[in-house]
């Protein structure tokens, strides 16, 4: 809850702060790092600090998260905090590292807004920091009491790994000290942390893709471009059977929901992990609710799952699959070609809907749902990267 004189004051500040609030994060980063370099190597995603899309994150959440407050004063905004907390719950992020940057992030405010920052806006917004810091706080530490964990991560041994497709490749990890696998959720990923060549270990995520016996196993795109991606290809190139990877617990608020309801599985891409994880559970299960299962892809030979995708909705009574590819090939003709248009598709107004995949996919298939009567709440996304839709609104 935020105190009237300070609703008034961040209210009033809102545009300014608002306005600078990109500047604001660009510069609490160089000062972050400047002062705790090992927080870029071991700990920061450099790649989502080469291309803003971190800072875009932070900027947005803090934004978002101050507008909710002064719009309900009396509400703390918690809701959308929840996926924030998880990935930083998989990265084992600390209380105490709040304080380090709180100092950097409020360094960083005075240097961008100078004058501007008298001692009642500081004071106002030093509110909603702590409000949002402490709310994030309270999360992570339930999240850590229910992993059993403070998100480190521990050795797993590659026990085998597939090719799925020419440029996706699975890993199945089991606990190198041969204790049992943590419990996850179907539609949770987990941090996979990598020592890269010139000493850096970088930690990026990746989905549960299964449920294995004993086991978790994830699968990998290799990120090519300019440059390649950095975690991805050093997986490729340098990590088969007998490698071991330091792997954390399983987090992720995205999780398939039990119940009767039916549900509409949404994927692109790689996006396919977290569904494939799905489907598994719900054949595993034996579940007998409606599943509308869909997916695009660039072809044929791009579909990493496809036949599993395939067998895992056949196993289900109430399924149905329906395929996308944008250049199909001869052989194996898609459902439909092109890009993923639920047009055509009898999507129920009481569907719990997934998405994953990259975001112009996401928008689409989130309006055509929106319009098919399915409530904005019913509709989860999980991005494979710094989510810059958080407090969109509807
Ligand atoms: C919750 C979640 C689940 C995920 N699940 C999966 C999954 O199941 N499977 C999967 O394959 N991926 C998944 N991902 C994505 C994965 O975590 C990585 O982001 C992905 O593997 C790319 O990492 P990378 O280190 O290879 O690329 P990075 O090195 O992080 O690079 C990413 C992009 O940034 C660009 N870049 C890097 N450095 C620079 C620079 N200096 N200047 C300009 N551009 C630069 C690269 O060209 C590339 O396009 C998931 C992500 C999240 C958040
Ligand atoms: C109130 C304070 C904070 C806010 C508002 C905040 C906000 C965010 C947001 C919005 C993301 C992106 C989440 C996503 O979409 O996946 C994120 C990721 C992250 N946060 Fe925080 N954070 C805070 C504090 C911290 C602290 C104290 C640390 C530890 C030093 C930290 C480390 C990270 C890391 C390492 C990531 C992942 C970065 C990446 O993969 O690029 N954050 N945070």
Redo the contacts with the bound molecule.
């Keep these: 809850m935020l105190s009237e004189q300070s609703a008034r004051t961040v209210r009033a500040t809102l545009p300014v702060v608002g306005g600078a609030i990109e500047e604001i994060t660009g510069a609490f980063y160089g000062r972050l790092f400047a002062a705790h370099p090992e927080?870029l190597r071991d700990?920061?995603?450099r790649g989502?600090?080469a291309d803003g899309?971190?800072r875009q994150?932070?900027a947005?959440?803090?934004a978002a998260?101050a507008g909710a407050l002064v719009a309900h004063p009396e509400q703390r905004p918690d809701a959308m905090l929840a996926?924030?907390a998880h990935?930083?719950a998989s990265?084992g992020?600390?209380a105490e590292?709040?304080q380090?940057?709180h100092t950097h992030l409020f360094a960083a405010i005075v240097e961008i807004l100078g004058d501007a920052v008298t001692p009642e806006v500081a004071a106002a917004w030093d509110e909603v920091?702590w409000l949002?810091?402490n709310a994030?706080i309270a999360i992570e530490q339930r999240l850590y009491e229910q992993s059993g964990t403070r998100g480190e991560r521990r050795p797993y041994t590659v026990a085998a790994r597939t090719a799925e497709t020419a440029d996706v490749a699975t890993f199945l990890l089991r606990p190198a000290d041969g204790g049992p696998v943590p419990a996850h959720r179907p539609g949770q990923y987990v941090s996979v942390q990598v020592e890269l060549p010139d000493g850096a270990r970088q930690?990026r995520q990746y989905s549960l893709s299964g449920n294995p016996e004993g086991a978790l196993q994830i699968t990998v795109k290799r990120v090519a471009g300019d440059p390649d991606g950095e975690v991805s290809t050093f997986l490729h190139r340098h990590v088969d059977e007998g490698a071991v990877l330091q792997v954390g617990a399983p987090f992720g608020d995205v999780r398939l929901a039990d119940g009767e309801r039916p549900v509409l599985l949404a994927s692109a891409g790689i996006g396919c992990t977290p569904v494939i994880g799905m489907l598994t559970h719900l054949a595993e299960t034996g579940a007998t609710r409606r599943v509308i299962a869909v997916h695009g892809d660039r072809s044929e030979s791009a579909h990493a799952f496809r036949d599993e995708f395939e067998q895992l909705v056949a196993k289900l009574p109430n399924a149905e699959a329906h395929v996308w590819y944008e250049h199909p090939e001869a052989e194996r003709p898609a459902d439909r070609t092109g890009l993923v248009d639920l047009t055509g598709l009898d999507v129920p107004a009481d569907a719990v809907a997934y998405l994953c995949g990259p975001l112009p996919f996401m928008r689409a298939v989130r309006t055509r749902l929106l319009a098919a009567g399915v409530p904005a709440a019913d509709i989860h996304y999980e991005?494979f990267?710094?989510?810059l839709w958080?407090g969109q609104d509807d």
Excluded: C, E, W
């Design positions: 927080l700990l920061f995603n989502n600090q899309s971190q994150a932070l947005g959440s803090i998260f996926r924030i990935k930083h990265l992020v600390t590292q709040y380090v940057v920091y949002m810091a994030l930690i991005v990267g710094p989510d958080l």
